[in-house]
Nanobody, 115 residues
Framework: QVQIVESGGGSVQPGESLRLSCVAS????????MGWFRQAPGKQRELVAA???????TYRESVQGRFTIFKDNAKNTVYLQMDSLKVEDTAIYYC?????????WGPGIQVTVSS
């Protein structure tokens, strides 16, 4: 019954930045590993970043050094700061528990990187 609200998507040019936000209806970030997932057309959904209850981050190799995941437990919010965006980052991005997604999947938010 926990609900997730994602925001912050948009369209940018290569090299620019976006910040995604994930707000949960309940105080769950101190109990579960949270992650950001993405799915490009014709491809499977993949985990791109995760953060433990203690705040330790993990990243997919393709975004290492460019993306930063962090959270504010008091606000029940997880963020994904995306810098140096590339065309191949274009996808729908989702927030859920990691690594397999234990919450209901929402509609996600579109991130488009193009020239």
């Amino acid at each position: 019954q926990v609900q997730i609200v994602e925001s912050g998507g948009g369209s940018v040019q290569p090299g620019e930045s976006l910040r995604l936000s994930c707000v949960a209806s309940g105080s769950i970030f101190s109990m579960y590993i949270m992650g950001w997932f993405r799915q490009a057309p014709g491809k499977q959904r993949e985990l791109v970043a995760a953060i433990t209850t203690g705040g330790s981050p993990t990243y997919r190799e393709s975004v290492q050094g460019r993306f930063t995941i962090f959270k504010d437990n008091a606000k029940n919010t997880v963020y994904l700061q995306m810098d140096s965006l590339k065309v191949e980052d274009t996808a729908i991005y989702y927030c859920n528990t990691a690594p397999t997604g234990g919450l209901s999947w929402g509609p996600g938010i579109q991130v488009t990187v193009s020239s």
